[in-house]
């Protein structure tokens, strides 16, 4: 299930997943701080973590909370899902001298620590291509594409509620949506510095603006002309971390494109050729804002400094980091909240692999790598492998709680903090 690569120190963990047949993998647990799995009744293509109540989590019990959208087998089967997990311990390790055999009062702990899952369900109509939550807490608000070319906002009621046995009737609400007359997409971002600011983009190519028309964000405006410039779907967009009229997108055109919200409608600055491939993802880094990161369907990603980024059509800009380790399409791609140089990768080769790109090869460890055959495609930079997730389609950073993640596929959810991370 988990591979890892030791960060602190040169030497290589050993410690991989155990085969039980060609396609089964078991679980190592000593990879792992802990590692849960969660089953819906449909899959879920999207998800996005929530920002709870408390303003930290530093220590055990852990919770997340979460908003999804199924893949059912029929449009009116299908459902929005808002879940809560609570009572995460880390994995507990067996002490020296320590017997196999648990005491009853092992089990009762080990009872005691089990993660309490929550939810609440709403009918929704088609599939939910993607769907993101507002990024300011008390907003409570939600945007959604799907495939039914319907682009929506909802409002959700509050996580820590799910706990309770009052009544939860209309627990999520919806307040908008629009159909969009060129289609479905799957292009969702709002603005971390301007409340209420989100932008979708769509598989015809164009980037529609939305603003709030009240102070509560209940309704929302629509700026009649859309931005243009991608000459296909656009997959990924992103509004800047420190800028609030600047965003960047991506297209299956090839091209990543950097946009002005005051300099009108068509892009500022173009990376015309980006990727030799559709370009399925992207990423701004939150704390190194000069860097963003692009994933690929020949499983590529691609790490820019936004510095030599070029307006000149004949000098092209270069990545300054490429990496080709996954043999699948990069289907989400993130970086890290905590550290600048730290992100997550999902493929369609159903790994989800954690990079530091701040770790050079050494010595003494790349001679022994060479002597041992299951190691020599491993780059220096590339600290964990999670396996086992079937189709995996999204993956998220908790914001509280350092290498707590999240991740969707065909197989439903998977919760799980990397002992490495």
């Not at 701080?33 to 998800?47: G, H, I, Q, R, V």
């Not at 980037?207 to 656009?234: C, K, M, N, Y």
């Not at 991506?250 to 068509?266: A, E, N």
């Amino acid at each position: 299930m988990g591979k890892r690569r030791n960060r602190k120190s040169s030497a290589t963990s050993k410690a991989t997943a155990e085969v039980a047949d060609e396609e089964k993998w078991t679980y190592d647990p000593s990879t792992y701080d802990f590692f849960f799995e969660l089953n819906s009744e449909w899959p879920c293509l999207t998800f996005d973590l929530l920002n709870e109540e408390s303003d930290a989590q530093i220590n055990p019990p852990f919770s997340l909370a979460f908003l999804s959208g199924t893949q059912a087998d029929k449009p009116h089967k299908n459902q929005i899902l808002l879940g809560k997990v609570s009572n995460m311990h880390k994995r507990r390790s067996k002490t020296e001298g320590e017997s196999d055999d648990s005491s009853d009062d092992d089990d009762d702990d080990d009872d005691e620590k089990e993660p309490k899952f929550h939810s609440y369900i709403a009918k929704h109509h088609g599939t939910v291509n993607r769907i993101r939550a507002a990024p300011q807490r008390e907003a409570s608000l939600a945007a959604l594409w799907s495939d039914t070319g319907v682009f929506e906002f909802i409002r959700y009621g509050a996580p820590s509620a799910l706990e309770s046995s009052l009544p939860k009737d209309n627990w999520i609400q919806t307040l908008q949506n629009y159909q969009d007359p060129a289609g479905e997409g799957y292009a969702v971002s709002w603005s971390s510095l301007s409340a209420g600011h989100l932008l979708c983009g769509n598989c015809a190519g164009y980037i529609r603006w939305w603003q709030p028309s009240t102070e509560t964000a209940s309704t929302f405006v629509l700026d009649l002309q859309p931005f243009q410039g991608h000459q296909a779907s656009v997959e990924d967009l992103q509004w800047s971390p420190v800028e609030p009229t600047v965003f960047v997108s991506c297209s299956v055109d090839q091209s990543i494109r950097f946009w002005d919200t005051r300099l009108g409608k068509h892009n500022a600055l173009a990376m015309e050729r980006a990727h030799s491939s559709d370009i399925n993802v992207l990423s701004w880094n939150p704390i190194d804002t000069h860097l963003l990161v692009s994933g690929d369907d020949e499983g590529i990603f691609q790490v820019w400094d936004l510095r030599t980024v070029s307006s000149s059509k004949e000098q092209s800009t270069s990545p300054v980091a490429k990496f080709q380790f996954h043999k699948g399409p990069i289907v989400a791609i993130e970086w890290s909240p905590f550290e600048s140089s730290s992100l997550v990768c999902a493929s369609g080769d159903g790994k989800i692999s954690f990079w530091d790109l701040s770790l050079e090869a050494d010595q003494d460890e790349e001679s022994e790598q060479l002597m041992d055959e299951k190691w020599k495609d491993i780059p220096p930079q590339l600290l964990f492998l999670h396996e086992g997730q079937t189709e995996p389609k999204d993956v998220h950073w908790h914001s509280q709680v350092p290498g707590l993640m999240m991740s969707t596929g065909a197989n439903g959810f998977h919760i799980f903090k990397p002992e490495n991370i």
